[in-house]
Every structure is written in structure tokens, then in C-alpha cells.
Nanobody, 127 residues
């Protein structure tokens, strides 16, 4: 079993930045692809970013490309999401998720493919 705990959310003004962290326990994340998803008020949960186990493959939703950066530190069993140039429409609960891909190159963008989920961290962007 993998337990995921997100942190780093908060209230920020438009144009500001936040860094979200997702720390895993229970197992090493070194063979897991990781994803970030978000659910805004009254919206369905959507894909934000994903990263392969090695960090060499990353994907981003078009709405965050160029503003958000996903990264990972396998030695710390932690995945990060740097959020820059935040907009009010980025307001959401942000979830991290993990999928064991062995040492494959994939970084799934579909939430149904992820096996483990954190509880989420709230990001609120004021205008």
C-alpha cells in the first residue's frame, strides 16, 4: 500500500506562486508514475500534470502548460508541483496520485489508471 499526503496549498493572489508537495509512505515511489489532478468548485476532477518514475517524461494539461512544473525526488519519496502565475480559475483541491509502472516510461494522464490517491490540498487564488 502507498499512502500519499499533499501539502503546500493555501490562499494566494492572482499572479502569485505556490509549491505543492506530495509525500509518500508505505513504499518507495521509485517505480511509480505520479500525477496531479484538481477539482474546482462545481467541476469534475481533471488532469493537471504527470511524471514518469524517472522524471524523464512529463505531461501537462493545456490550461497549465508554461505555468506549472511537476518534478520529483525519489530519494525523498516526494513529488512536487510548482504553480506560477496563478489565476482565479486555478482554484481547486489538488490531488496527487500514484501508479506502479515498473520501470516503464509512461506517465498516465487518465485518472482511472491511478491506484493510489491523497486526500488533497486546497489552493485558492483571489483576483
Amino acid at each position: 500500500q502507498v499512502q500519499l499526503v499533499e501539502s503546500g496549498g493555501g490562499l494566494v493572489q492572482a499572479g502569485g506562486s505556490l509549491r505543492l508537495s506530495c509525500e509518500a509512505s508505505g513504499r518507495t515511489l521509485s517505480t511509480y508514475a505520479m500525477g496531479w489532478f484538481r477539482q474546482g468548485p462545481g467541476k469534475q476532477r481533471e488532469f493537471v500534470a504527470a511524471i514518469s518514475w524517472s522524471g524523464t517524461t512529463t505531461y501537462y494539461a493545456d490550461s497549465v502548460k508554461g505555468r506549472f512544473t511537476i518534478s520529483r525526488d525519489n530519494a525523498k519519496n516526494t513529488v512536487y508541483l510548482q504553480l506560477n502565475s496563478l489565476k482565479p480559475e486555478d482554484t481547486a483541491i489538488y490531488y496527487c496520485a500514484a501508479r506502479n509502472t515498473g520501470y516503464g516510461p509512461s506517465a498516465p494522464t487518465t485518472q482511472l489508471l491511478y491506484n493510489y490517491w491523497g486526500q488533497g490540498t486546497q489552493v485558492t487564488v483571489s483576483s
